[in-house]
């Protein structure tokens, strides 16, 4: 990256959702998963929430909570990559771009492998990147607590910004 700190951020984002619910696994607007869902409020994309949160963390404009409250009925199985597209004019509005965009997804049973190139494309179109500005990966929690039980699924993002 070049120019001065002031012209550019990073910002990071964590989401986890509990397995269940209505089919399907979404990664990125990506069906994952065609036999299992996640409870959450809105379609349960735990990557376009971390990468959602992420942005709005580099812009200094709060959480996905903030815009989106899980309170609000009208977000009620919402497409998170439309939030996202949503959260990307946000940022604009503060002069604000995307550069870069890295996720780790965290699941025991959720592959990633075979929908990454995928999920990177509809990241790098709603974040306005090329594939290459985009990198995804998966790991598991060697069987550690509900996400190692396969209890839930999570995804973290860390997301640079340029002005």
């Known amino acids: 990256m070049t120019g ?4 550019w951020r990073v910002g990071w984002g964590l989401d986890v959702h509990r ?8 990664l990125a607007g990506v069906v994952v998963d065609p036999h299992r869902g996640v409870i959450a409020t809105s379609d349960g994309d ?3 929430h971390a990468v959602a949160d992420a942005l709005l963390g580099a812009a200094a404009l709060g959480d996905l909570g903030t ?3 899980s309170s609000d009925p009208r977000w009620e199985n919402a497409d998170s990559m439309g939030l996202l597209r ?5 940022a604009a509005d503060m002069e604000w771009q995307p550069s870069f965009c890295d996720v780790t997804v965290i699941s025991e049973s959720v592959r990633v492998a075979p929908y990454r190139e995928k999920v990177r494309a509809a990241l790098a179109g709603v974040l306005g990147l090329d594939v290459g500005q985009v990198s995804v ?5 060697d069987g550690l607590g509900g996400l190692g039980h396969d209890q839930g699924i999570a995804a973290v ?3 640079t910004v340029v002005s």
Request: hydrophobic share 50%; net charge positive; charged share 15%.
């Open 137 to 141: 990966k998966a790991t598991t929690a």
């Open 46 to 48: 735990v990557v376009a």
């Open 67 to 69: 815009f989106f409250p």
């Open 4 to 7: 001065s700190p002031s012209d």
């Open 86 to 90: 949503r959260v990307v004019e946000l």
């Open 19 to 26: 397995l269940g619910g209505k089919p399907s696994v979404l």
């Open 157 to 159: 993002a860390a997301v």
